[in-house]
């Protein structure tokens, strides 16, 4: 069964950082692109970043200049490191594989980020 772990969640104070980590037990070729995505309590599920096989990527306007995506191919693990985080940024944080077989999805992780 092919699964996303992720990692790094947990609850920051306005301005800190936090580094989220996703592996994947899929094969390297057979991913299109990963990327995170978060959702907020009432809110829909929204992208904040994503990076294809490539290594192109693409963020969300409100976090760009402050969040940053990469992806170790040889661990098949993206990260996503986040740097002057605000309130807003608090959510679930899903982890996501773009694979030929379609789309995974990681259990989630909360992100907290206190005023």
């Known amino acids: 069964q092919v699964q996303l772990v992720e990692s790094g969640g947990g609850l920051v104070q306005a301005g800190g950082s936090l580094r989220l980590s996703c592996a994947t037990s899929?094969?390297?070729?057979?991913?299109?692109?990963m990327g995170w995505y978060r959702q907020a309590p009432g809110n829909q599920r929204e992208l904040v970043a994503r990076i294809t096989r490539g290594g192109s990527t693409n963020y969300a306007d409100s976090v760009k200049g402050r969040f940053t995506i990469s992806r170790d191919n040889a661990k098949n693990t993206v990260y996503l490191q986040m740097n002057s985080l605000k309130p807003e940024d608090t959510a679930v944080y899903y982890c996501?594989?773009?694979?030929?077989?379609?789309?995974?999805w990681g259990q989630g992780t909360q992100v907290t980020v206190s005023s």
């Open positions: 996501n594989a773009n694979t030929v077989w379609g789309d995974d």
């Open positions: 899929r094969s390297t070729f057979s991913i299109n692109a």
